[in-house]
């Protein structure tokens, strides 16, 4: 069984220039700063809602506060009817000492309501205050990101340089006809054209080979190439 080498390392090369075209590209579409901003936005939006759900409560609180106001106002009317002398009927003024207790405890209750809604707006009001500094920390992020990003593809654009000026010399070193066949394997193979043979096992299939045709690949002479994916081998 013969073949280059080298055809390993051209496929090394290879393997890195895919990654790195596939990463330039994500970089220049923007990818990791769409995705900053994506994350921004849904705290923005959680932080919307909380904000929504404090007015809410804000109303539901003026309205038992203007409630508990008409009731005591209500409730102190009634009272004074009491003393000032109008109704002297004592039936009639039972029924109003009756009136005032049921007001005065209609009154409590929405106290009671108030309470209950000024402290589930303070456990709101808590979150949305967390919720605030989380989405300004992520605007803040996507600043970082977009920086970063461009670090990123310069590094990208630079190593990609080096990688392909690597792999024109290695490829101008191997024989055509090998070449030829690794670039139509590349194609059809998902980018891998050539692969290591470790222990009996194609690197590119991952498939065992059986001993028959480990042996015959031993003394044919011809580009070997494995039973399973057709990948050319390299022991
Ligand atoms: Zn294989």
């Known amino acids: 069984m013969r073949v280059d080498p080298r055809l390993l390392d051209l496929q090394e090369q290879d393997s890195a220039i895919d ?16 995705e900053a901003r994506r ?3 849904e705290a923005e939006r959680a932080l919307g809602e909380l904000r929504l759900g404090l007015d809410e409560l804000d109303r539901e609180a003026s309205r038992l506060e203007h409630e508990i106001d008409s009731i005591g106002r209500k409730a102190a009317d009634e009272e004074a009817r009491l003393y000032d002398g109008s109704v002297a009927n004592a ?14 405890g209609r009154a409590a209750a929405r106290e009671d309501e108030l309470l209950a809604v000024m402290e589930r707006r303070e456990a709101i009001e808590r979150d949305a205050l967390a919720a605030e500094a989380r989405a300004a920390e992520l605007r803040g992020e996507v600043d ?3 920086g970063d990003a461009e670090r990123e593809l310069a590094a990208v654009l630079e190593e990609l340089r080096a990688r392909t000026r690597a792999r024109e010399a290695l490829a101008e070193a191997i024989d055509a006809e090998l070449l030829d066949l690794y670039e139509r394997l590349r194609r059809q193979k998902k980018g891998v054209g050539a692969a290591a043979l470790v222990d009996g096992v194609c690197q590119g299939c991952h498939e065992q080979l059986s001993a028959v045709e480990l042996d015959r690949l031993k003394r044919g002479d011809g580009i070997p190439r494995c039973e399973h994916c057709r990948r050319i081998l390299v022991p």
Do not use: K
């Not at 990654?19 to 769409?34: F, K, S, T, W």
């Not at 003024?93 to 207790?101: G, Q």
């Open 91 to 104: 039936r009639e003024l039972d029924a109003i000492r009756r009136e005032v207790e049921n007001l005065r």
């Open 39 to 41: 994350a921004a936005d």
């Open 19 to 34: 990654r790195l075209e596939a990463r330039r590209a994500a970089l220049e579409r923007g990818e990791p700063v769409m």
């Open 144 to 146: 970082r990101v977009r």
